[in-house]
């Protein structure tokens, strides 16, 4: 599985942002997809993930009721609306493909994009 972000920018805190994952590869509807984060200094960390039908999402805390993870097996795409964006959002993002059901371990995910900066200004 091959994957490619896009949709990061920079926005003023409140904004929006939508940033898709394309994946290739058949068996793209046998993956869990899910986005990290990484902050400059810090750790990489899970953000949120879909599992292999998209009827089971996980959201960080942080995120929950601002973030909106879903996919479509059709197009092989998994997007993820952020609205209300916070300063703290400021991260390299990166699309991920595990196949176990939504694990938040970095270490479970096989595959990973190049990512994709988002920068939210105060």
């Known amino acids: 599985v091959q994957l490619v972000e896009s949709g990061g920018g920079s926005v003023q805190a409140g904004g929006s942002l939508r940033l898709s994952c394309a994946a290739s590869g058949r068996t793209f509807s046998r993956y869990t997809v899910a986005w990290f984060r990484q902050a400059p200094g810090k750790e990489r960390e899970f953000v949120a993930g879909t599992g292999w039908s998209g009827s089971r999402t996980l959201y960080e805390d942080s995120v929950k009721a601002r973030f909106t993870i879903s996919r479509d097996n059709v197009k092989n795409t998994v997007t993820l609306q952020m609205s209300n964006l916070k300063p703290e959002d400021t991260a390299v993002y990166y699309c991920?493909?595990?196949?176990?059901?939504?694990?938040?371990?970095?270490?479970?995910?096989?595959?990973w994009g190049q990512g994709t900066q988002v920068t939210v200004s105060s």
């Open positions: 991920a493909a595990a196949r176990r059901l939504v694990p938040t371990a970095e270490r479970e995910y096989d595959y």
